[in-house]
Each structure stands twice: as C-alpha cells, then as structure tokens.
C-alpha cells in the first residue's frame, strides 16, 4: 500500500507572482510569435513592427485558440484559426470576416507588462502594475556572454536552493567543478563560510566561493572579472521550471548580443540529474523526510525568503546586517 504523501509538489515553496520574470532571451524572440509559459500561464511574446517586445494571454478571446499558432504583420499578431489581429495592448484590430464597415467589438486579450534590458525579454506576472523594474545584470555592457536555457522537471526552488548549496559539488560534479578536484588532492577539509544578507538578498563566500540570491529567482555564481554566472529559474508549471544561464566572458568595449548556446552546459547537466531525482521523491512522499545539518544554513535562508517574499513580506526576507559563519 502507497502512503499518501504530506504535501503535493506545487506546495513546495512556490516562488512569488508578484515579480518579474525572464520570458525570453532577446534573441530568440525574431519575426515569429513565441510561446512560453510562467507560473502556469500560457504567453504569447511577439514583436511590434517598431521592434518593441508584447506579451499576451496565449488564447484567442474568438474560440480559444493558442495565438502563438499564428502570425505576426506589421505589428499585429494574427491568429491562425480565424485570422483575428491583435495588437500589443491586446485589442482586437481587424477581423477578416466582417464588413469593412462593420466596427471591431470585442474584449480585448488578457496583457502582460513587459521590459527588454540585458539581453532578455522581462515578463511581469503580477495582479496590476509592476512594482519597479527588473534587477539589472550588474556591468552586462563591458562584457561578452554566452546564453542559453535547460528545461528542468522539478520546482524552481530546488536549483536555487541547489546553486547555493557550497557541500554537493565535490560530490556532483567530478572533473567539472575546482571543488571536486580540491577534494581529490587533498580529501576533505574543513570550510569556513560566511552568510550575509542585505535588503536585497543574500551573500555566500568562502574560501574560493562566491554566491548570490536575489529574489525572485537570480543566482549569481561567482562576482570577479574572470568568472560570472548568473542563472534565473523560471516557474512553468507544477514540478517543472526553465533554468536561463548567462555565462560572462571577456571585456569588451562594443557591447554585442549574447551567443545563444542549445547545447547544455554538462556541470548544469550534472546538477539537473540529481534536482529531477529529488523531485520524484518530493512528489510521492511529500518532504516531512527532510533532514537538515549546519551547512544547509545557506539553502533554508533561500528558502525562507521565497516563503516571506509570497506572503507579500520582503523587508522581513533579507534583515540584513546579520552574518551567520559555519563549519563545514
């Protein structure tokens, strides 16, 4: 007999609406519609025929059907069904089977705010207007990047919680991460860290370690001239989540659009086998399993600040002057 488990998977600490999200990198959203999904919400992106970046809900308000099927013309997009066009604001502009003097009365489609800055299209999810801006990458135009995005059949929280986990590399990712190889050569030592936090997120650092959190969804890997990652984890539906990476490479004094990889980077491969493992066991025996030592201090904070940023209460999720050191 199956027990019945604790909690269901969408349960685990859902990441907050009201935020925003990256919907799409700059470059894959061209001359097409492109659909995508966030917190269970089917979206159309397209762009206006002055370029500028549209979301809408991914439904005709004619008979349901997906508009990202469509087509998108001098700056409108067209469903592929009955030919009804919309525009950015989510209004209907023409419909082929009336009358050229019959008036277009109709409701318009459900839209979303958007922004375009360092290299993605921004999608805000929230009820109303959007609360500021989206975070901006720190010094994104003095440098190079490659891009890209790994589809991932757990919740979001799992790799931020997993990015700022400093204990499972030695042990996840052999021959990919310096942590492994320290281990290798000189076994296990023990590793003093520091977590910190600010009214805008939290800080991990150790020894050769660099980690940052910022709500939504942002984890930073590393902060020097030589080496930044910095991953967003996009809620789709229950049990899955989209993982954007964006990998610096060298300075540059001609900012230039990201090079779009498809291929997955193989330590974020690495990291996706064991997260997909975790949630199946979330999934069928709730997480009433758990069990936590010091050095998971890093993650439950993460945690905790997604847990304090859905009930609306951010000044509570990142106190800030206050540093916790443990031993590894």
Same mark, same amino acid.
């Given at each position: ?17 009201? &935020? ?5 990198? =700059? ?72 009358? =050229? ?27 109303? &207007? ?38 499972? &590399? ?124 010091? &050095? ?33």
């Amino acid at each position: 007999m199956t027990a019945t488990p604790t909690n269901a998977p969408a349960d685990r600490v859902p990441l907050p609406q009201q &935020a925003w999200y990256v919907g799409a990198a =700059s470059s894959r959203l061209a001359d097409a519609p492109l659909a995508i999904v966030i917190h269970g919400q089917a979206i159309v992106l397209f762009r206006d025929s002055a370029g500028r970046a549209h979301a809408l809900h991914d439904r005709c308000p004619h008979r349901g059907v997906a508009l990202s099927l469509g087509t998108v013309s001098e700056g409108l997009i067209a469903c592929a069904y009955h030919g009804w066009r919309f525009d950015g604001m989510g209004r209907c502009r023409h419909i082929p089977s009336l009358r =050229s003097e019959q008036p277009v009365k109709t409701a318009p489609a459900r839209t979303y705010p958007t922004a375009e800055r360092d290299g993605y299209v921004w999608v805000w999810t929230g009820q109303g &207007a959007p609360t500021g801006q989206p975070l901006p990458i720190e010094g994104f135009d003095r440098y190079t990047w490659l891009q890209g995005a790994t589809a991932l059949a757990c919740e979001a929280i799992m790799p931020i919680e997993n990015n700022l986990d400093i204990c499972h &590399a030695a042990f996840t990712h052999p021959h990919m991460h310096p942590q492994w190889f320290r281990a290798q050569a000189a076994g296990f030592q023990p590793t003093r860290y520091e977590l910190a936090t600010d009214p805008g997120g939290l800080t991990v650092s150790a020894p050769g370690t660099l980690l940052r959190f910022d709500l939504p969804d942002r984890v930073t890997v590393g902060g020097s001239e030589a080496f930044r990652l910095i991953l967003h984890h996009v809620p789709t539906m229950p049990g899955r989540c989209l993982q954007h990476w964006l990998l610096q490479r060298e300075p540059t004094h001609e900012p230039a659009a990201p090079i779009w990889s498809d291929k997955e980077p193989e330590i974020l491969a690495q990291d996706r086998r064991v997260l997909e493992s975790a949630q199946r066991a979330y999934a069928q025996e709730g997480d009433a399993f758990e069990q936590s030592v010091e &050095a998971d201090a890093t993650t439950l904070a993460a945690r905790r600040a997604v847990r304090l940023a859905v009930q609306g209460r951010i000044a509570e999720a990142f106190p800030g002057n206050r540093s916790l050191c443990v031993l590894s």
